[in-house]
């Protein structure tokens, strides 16, 4: 997919808010963006603006940011790009999952069309990222993900885990410590409002199962897709 010459910030920007819809947002607030960015919500302001005289967002007081169709096809075609570099960098330099993030968001807004592409024939044309996460194709479709956030699924649903936020390297380090990662075997055994708690049964690939108390935050990160068990 060809990009308009855009800038970083906003090549950031339809990314950010394309984003949160895919994981079931309805769009994001001024507030949301200056969180996720670092920056201040006057300086969000300003190019939230721009953006929309762009036509790349529409943004309403009070009611928050969506994209227009051009702004969807540049955020599909930087998810594209952010996830395909992921790829790369751990199956062809040895990169582990929780490094990639911060070298794929400087990476993709400056290698050329030519470079993905070769890059995506050479990884046999991928359909998820070392995190799970779909990546969309040249013509700008997204491969389906069945899964299911797992902070949703009630006490007794299981499945193995397709899919984990890349937001944050340290959560990822921590699944690591806990031996969760892509494929492993979940099970809800309770969950723990008042402590924002989920308690899940984990198999390891020997078939044993031990129990881990996983944070709210780490429940919100991680998706399980069904499975036969």
Not at 1 to 23: F, G, I, N, Q
Not at 92 to 103: A, N, P
């Amino acid at each position: 997919m060809r990009l308009p010459s855009l800038s970083v910030m906003a090549e950031d920007y339809v990314k950010l808010v394309w984003k949160s819809t895919e994981r079931g947002g309805q769009g994001l607030a001024t507030r949301d963006i200056a969180a996720a960015l670092g920056v201040s919500a006057s300086t969000v302001s300003g190019n939230l603006r721009k953006l929309d005289r762009d036509g790349l967002i529409e943004h309403t007081p009070y009611y928050g940011v969506v994209l227009t169709p051009l702004g969807q096809q540049v955020a599909v075609a930087m998810v594209r790009r952010h996830r395909l570099i992921e790829t790369f960098l751990v199956q062809r330099l040895g990169y582990s999952w929780d490094e990639v993030h911060t070298e794929a968001e400087a990476l993709e807004h400056t290698v050329s069309e030519t470079f993905l592409d070769r890059v995506d024939a050479d990884l046999g044309h991928p359909t998820h990222d070392p995190h799970g996460d779909p990546i969309p194709a040249a013509d700008g479709t997204v491969p389906a993900s069945p899964g299911t956030l797992l902070a949703a699924i009630e006490p007794g649903g299981c499945g193995v885990v397709d899919r984990v936020s890349d937001d944050d390297p340290a959560l990822l380090r921590y699944f690591d410590e806990l031996g969760v990662g892509l494929g492993t075997h979940l099970r809800v055994e309770r969950v723990r409002d008042y402590a924002g708690v989920v308690a899940v049964a984990r198999r390891d690939p020997a078939g044993e199962e031990s129990l881990v108390d996983l944070p709210a935050a780490a429940a919100a990160a991680i998706w399980l897709a069904p499975d036969d068990d």
